[in-house]
């Protein structure tokens, strides 16, 4: 038994995570900020992630084999937890994501190593306490909060005074992490995204779906699947630094907007647009990724064929009269 604590992301995929740490026997303890609860029989600790001050004061004399850390957004979060957690556990788990890659275009799929963490900026002096900028930062944040906890990187401080080429803080004692490069997830009647919803809409209706000229396909993983790959990831393995999870077979828009169609009915129109707002999962350029790390380091991932026609039913639900 490990003891495991989950920080935020007790919703979709993270309660699916914590009911498998559970399940396998593992002690676990949730923090967050207070405003959603957690399950019965789990610990739950409540404070701000961004105020080091109330994070040290409930973890006071806590440590934990695990740390699975599944809102970290932004490199003033990754030197605050990196800072507090540095001697409090074994092993830091971050959940990352494939945005990590925004700016790849490559047709083939990319592997961790296309990211390079020593070359990444760090900028905490950013305004990232401000919802949109995060929001629209969202690939650029988990980049940086990355590089914070690989002790790579350079960039400024918080105060703005390290200039250009100082080093990113975080680079003291080495720290055991990973992070994990999470795909779009798909799946679950629980799903807040409403990217499969904007789909079931207008396939219904017969809209117009707006997609680019030059559509490619991405990679994907069901959110069961990667609720186990989590927990894989924390109790069941120790590699560190990141890795790419997601199912076998990408997907196009074409093929999600089929199972769709059979499930809702309707008919799926695209519209092609050179410029100007695309629909949800689908893009104008190729940056899949590429999961055999994780199949190296012993994972077994299933098809995206295996589990589409489920992931669509459980989202969308089944054909309406």
Not at 79 to 108: H, K, L, P
Request: aromatic share 8%; net charge negative; glycine share 12%.
């Amino acid at each position: 038994m490990k003891d495991v604590l989950v920080i935020g992301g007790n919703r979709y995929f993270g309660k699916r995570l914590i009911a498998l740490l559970r399940e396998s026997g593992h002690r676990v303890t949730i923090l967050n900020r207070g405003s959603s609860g957690a399950p019965d029989g789990i610990e739950h600790l409540v404070a701000d992630r961004d105020d080091e001050t109330a994070l040290e004061s409930v973890l006071a004399g806590r440590s934990f084999d695990v740390v699975v850390d599944q809102v970290c957004y932004t490199p003033r979060q990754a030197e605050i937890a990196r800072r507090v957690f540095a001697a409090r556990t074994r092993r830091y788990v971050m959940t990352s994501t494939v945005e990590v890659y925004e700016y790849e275009d490559s047709a083939a799929p990319v592997a961790e190593d296309a990211l390079d963490l020593g070359t990444v900026t760090v900028d905490t002096g950013a305004a990232w306490e401000d919802p949109e900028f995060r929001k629209a930062h969202y690939g650029e944040g988990k980049r940086q909060a990355e590089a914070v906890f690989a002790g790579t990187g350079t960039g400024t401080g918080s105060d703005g005074g390290g200039g250009a080429g100082a080093a990113a803080d975080g680079g003291g004692p080495p720290f055991a992490w990973a992070s994990v490069r999470v795909a779009h997830v798909l799946g679950g009647a629980d799903d807040f995204t409403g990217r499969l919803d904007h789909y079931a809409r207008r396939i219904r209706a017969g809209e117009p779906i707006a997609v680019p000229v030059v559509n490619r396909p991405a990679t994907y993983v069901y959110v069961e699947e990667i609720a186990a790959f989590l927990a894989w990831a924390a109790v069941g393995a120790d590699f560190t630094g990141p890795v790419n999870a997601h199912s076998h077979g990408p997907l196009t828009t074409a093929e999600i907007c089929a199972e769709i169609e059979r499930r809702v009915g309707g008919r799926t129109v695209f519209r092609e647009v050179e410029v100007g707002e695309i629909s949800p999962f689908s893009f104008s350029r190729s940056y899949g990724m590429d999961n055999s790390r994780a199949v190296d380091l012993g994972y077994a991932f299933s098809h995206s064929s295996a589990w589409l026609a489920d992931a669509v039913a459980e989202t969308v639900g089944e054909v309406t009269t």
